[in-house]
């Protein structure tokens, strides 16, 4: 997913081009369009005449900034937005189909944010809908605070949640998923962790949520770091919350979304691990084999033709085996770019921007991953859930391979479930694809979240 709380999608480039009909002309972009970066919504206002100069100015709602002039261009689907002042950024994307949306990433200096700008319709207010976003005043106790993780030397950030009865409490630590996340898991302008964070304090459950390193508040850097970096960031969050008073010290554990559940697991097989282990949307199949697994799952939202599928798996295979035969970065991107440039250039083009993240530390850990192994030496109660939709850890092969990996070792304390009609970030979902999640304005599905809450109650008994 994702980049995101979700593993990223570097696949989706990959895919095959799948022939389409002649589409009709291009209608007017004017309007307000509006999407979220790193917690900021931004906001363009564009002028998109017929026959006339296009223009656009830039808000920046959250730091009060208003009306930075914008280059825009639009040839045929395609948007891009540059600003040159105050500072260098520059958004490229996809026009959807419908013309309500554009898909596409944010890139600042040089780090880059997947953004999906929504359109606003007449009479509407700029900004997504989100109607399970949670507002105070809340009937719970909520501070801002710091731990420190003294194995990698850095000091973390986030939220934390107390109810407001008579404890002692049980309690959870969340784990966002892939890229820079902040404590919310803000993306696409929803904030899945807050949502959850609300709904289980509420149900007499504690829960710290905490900024990624390098994000927000938090020090450090995600850069040249993998998830067995976070498993270290998960076990100095897991003895921070132990060590609050009002806390069940027996009862508190982990809730990995993503590639956050890859880091839970390691986490949960050693020393001082969690008592209990809540997997959303965690991978289970070996690191490349999700991958094509994965690329799969995106390909079939836009084509049936099993020979497209056969493409797409083919490539996605090779590029994993390069990688993987292929130590020097240099050397694998060179090869890289050699077996997409003989397909065509086109799809060469397409990889080119991508090659430093597919030879990244992170990438390379994700593609050697066995979840078996490390799902082997978990041994406390277990919840795994994913949603039937899912396109980016597709649900029921990931499911059936962690629960294998956990009764393998004797864990008889499993849960699995798979969840109807949810995508990736656990919303109700027409297909699934990553570009609907700024469009649906559900945030986190209650029946998930109930799951999630009784299973642990029933775990945590006083």
Known sequence: MPTSPRLILLAAALLPLVAHAQEAPRPSLSGDWSGEVATLELVFHLTDPAGGTRSAKLDITDQNVAGLLVDFQAPGDSVYLRLSKPITARFAGRRSADGRQFTGEWQQGLRAFPLTLVRAGAGEATGPKRPQQPHAPFPYQSADVTFRNEKAGINLAGTYTLPADMGPFPAVVLLTGSGPEDRNETYQGHQPFAVLADYLTRQGIAVLRFDDRGVGQSGGTLKGTTSADYTTDAQAALAWLRAQPGIRKNQVG????????????????????????????????????????????????????????????????????????????????????????????????????????????????????????????????????????????????????????????????????????LNHLFQTAPTGAPAEYATIEETFAPAALKVTGDWITKHTPR
């Open 254 to 421: 982990l809730i990995g979304h993503s590639q956050g559940g890859t880091a839970a697991i390691g986490a949960a097989g050693q020393p001082g691990g969690p008592d209990f282990l809540v997997l959303l949307a965690a991978p289970g199949l070996p690191g490349d084999e999700l991958i094509v697994q994965q690329s799969l799952a995106l390909a079939r939202l836009q084509t049936t033709d099993p020979a497209q599928l056969a493409s797409t798996e083919k490539m996605q295979r090779a590029m994993t085996q390069i990688i993987q035969k292929t130590p020097d970065d240099k050397q694998a991107q060179g090869q890289l770019l050699l077996y997409y440039s003989a397909i065509s250039a086109q799809l060469a083009a397409q990889v080119a921007p991508q090659l430093p993240m597919l030879t990244s530390p992170d990438y390379r850990h994700l593609l050697a991953d066995r979840p078996a192994l490390t799902l082997a030496k978990v041994r406390c109660p277990v919840l795994a859930l994913g949603g039937s939709k899912d396109v980016q850890v597709p649900t029921t092969r990931n499911l059936a391979a962690t629960a294998a990996g956990l009764k393998a070792a004797g864990n008889r304390d499993v849960t699995v479930k798979e969840l109807p009609g």
